[in-house]
Structures are given as C-alpha cells and as structure tokens.
C-alpha cells in the first residue's frame, strides 16, 4: 500500500466518522459510542486484531470529549462518582445489581463502605470508565 492509498482511507474515515479532529457534540459522541461497541464485537471474536488500534484511537477521542463536556467533579471521592454516575444513567440505589443490594449501594454512596475490586470492575465495565475513577 501507498501514501496515496493510505491517504485516500484515512479520508473516508475521517468524513464518516470525523476522527480527524475533536468530538464535536453530543450527536458525534453518540455516533462514536455505537463504533465502539461494535468494534468491540468485532475484536472480542478474533484472536488478534488490528481493529484495535482503530477501537483506541477512536477510545482516545471519546474520552477527549467527556473529559472536556462531562468532567467529574471536583474534589470528587469514589462515592460521590458513583452517585454523579447514577445521576448522569438516570438510576436509583436497586440499579445498581454490580454492587448489591440497595442497602448496600446505600452504605457506598453514604460513604459507610468502600467498594471492593469486584464491583469496581463491574461498575467500570458497565460505565466503561477506567477502574481508577472508582478508586
């Protein structure tokens, strides 16, 4: 392949989804979102794939936009995240089954009890944010 062919799809891959630059808004963001998971699909079924690279540089442009229009809280701690979240997703304390019951998700945003490594990890999953944001 040739500069002229690489050029030529990094083109038609910006004018589809716009990877070239900064997400521009919510639409944008949206649209990159459903990429995303449908690489996701695509890498999951492969032993290698070099869809990867393309899963993180379009990773890399999401997380550039929610840091820039969505940024967490200031002095924020893992309970206050958590809570930010379920207000951001729209979920009450018994939406959250990654964490337990509502008594328990109660003494986590109360600050009562800290979340231990398996509901980080599925918590991150389903937010799909790194694990450290819960941390």
Known sequence: MNLADITAHWVALHESL???GPVRDEAHYD???GVVEA?????????????????DL?????????????P????????????FLMEQHGLRQCD????????????VLSGKRALNLRQTQALAKRF?????ALA
Do not use: C, F, K, N
């Open 31 to 33: 649209q990159l979102m």
């Open 128 to 132: 799909g944010i790194p694990m450290d």
């Open 58 to 70: 379009v990773a890399d442009r999401i997380r550039e936009y929610e840091d820039r229009a969505h």
């Open 18 to 20: 716009g990877l070239g």
């Open 39 to 55: 690489l996701m699909g695509e890498v999951h079924t492969r032993e290698s794939s070099a869809l990867s690279g393309l899963v």
């Open 72 to 83: 967490w809280p200031d002095s924020s701690t893992p309970a206050t995240r958590l809570a």
């Open 96 to 107: 959250l089954p990654e964490v337990g019951a509502q008594s328990v998700v109660s003494e």
